[in-house]
């Protein structure tokens, strides 16, 4: 982590290379604070100013932090909360060189994506953690069906569009002595980038949002500041144990239940079946050819035919 934030502060030119050569004897907190300083400045179409002229928010977004180009913003994000950055801290990238998908899988993060992260310091026992990643998936796709596109959510939390993903989160949290210490919730939203940029393997099932709304560009920095109300409200349901509300929102807009689905679990192992349901875990409830029910907490969900 000491070294993407050397690299972020040479390449912004507020540390020195003779400075960075020395930065192992330089301490996190000085770091921490040069950190800060550089969030405010240099990128090109995602910015602080532009966020927050739109924005309506008491708790998200308090702080905001928004980079040209870093690994992962999860990154970041982890080290400010590490350090003290308060609940609603935001970071966006408007490129990411290094970012994660879940299940271990590599982001694709050109420019033309927002690709963001949140702090969270929630009050509630570290098993209550997965549900946030599903009240996320709920206010993305609330985001879009604001504007009109019937955006759906996959289990756990990709948004689709006709079937296809635009967009993914990744939720880390830091438990300390079985407590929540923090969450990063990690957001990418493929808004203007070109498909034709993605992988091959990516591209058939991807979407982005100036596609779906056939608009030239679409403007990110209010889709950041929507995206961060749509969010807290969902969160504040969340603080106060409303999960039921959070529940039905998910499955009102879900595209996995009712569907015949193979999930594919961590260590290879897949289960297979109709979705019928999620519990209040967040826990996918199948049900198995033989009449089973099994849960599954976690994994990579396939429709089948
Ligand atoms: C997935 O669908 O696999 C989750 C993708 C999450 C990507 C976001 S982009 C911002 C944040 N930084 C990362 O490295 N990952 C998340």
Redesign the pocket.
């Known amino acids: 982590m000491k070294k993407e934030m050397t690299k972020l502060l040479l390449e912004y030119g507020i540390l020195s290379s003779e400075e960075a050569e020395k930065i192992e004897s330089i301490n996190e907190e000085t770091i921490a604070k040069s950190v800060k300083e550089l969030g405010f400045n240099q990128t090109e179409n995602i910015t602080q100013e532009k966020i927050e002229e739109n924005l309506d928010t008491e708790i998200l977004g308090k702080e905001i932090y928004c980079f040209r180009k870093v690994l992962?913003?999860?990154n970041i994000a982890k080290f400010l909360a590490n350090h003290g950055s308060p609940e609603g801290t935001v970071v966006i990238s408007e490129i990411?060189t290094k970012?994660?998908?879940?299940s271990g899988?590599k982001?694709e993060?050109p420019e033309g994506g927002i690709?963001?992260?949140i702090i969270l310091r929630p009050n509630l026992e570290p098993a209550k953690a997965s549900l946030i990643t599903l009240a996320a998936g709920v206010a993305i796709a609330k985001t879009m069906r604001n504007r009109g596109i019937d955006a759906k959510i996959k289990w756990p939390n990709?948004v689709l569009i006709e079937g296809k993903k635009v967009s993914?989160?990744?939720t880390e949290a830091n438990i300390t002595l079985n407590k929540l210490d923090y969450v990063i919730v990690?957001?990418?939203i493929d808004t203007n980038l070109n498909i034709e940029d993605l992988s091959e393997d990516l591209k058939a099932g991807a979407t982005t949002l100036h596609d779906e709304m056939k608009l030239e560009k679409v403007d990110e920095n209010i889709i950041i500041a929507d995206l961060l109300k749509e969010f807290e409200e969902i969160y504040k349901l969340y603080a106060d144990q409303q999960i039921e509300v959070i529940l039905k929102d998910w499955r009102d807009n879900s595209d996995t239940i009712g569907k015949y689905v193979e999930i594919t679990q961590a260590l290879g192992q897949k289960s297979i079946g109709y979705a019928v349901g999620i519990n209040k875990e967040g826990s996918l409830i199948i049900e198995k050819t033989d009449g089973t029910l099994e849960k599954v907490i976690s994994g990579r969900c396939r429709a089948i035919e």
């Not at 970012?99 to 879940?102: D, H, P, S, V």
């Open positions: 992962s913003t999860n990411q970012a994660r998908g879940r899988t982001w993060s690709w963001m992260s990709d993914g989160v990744l990690g957001v990418g």
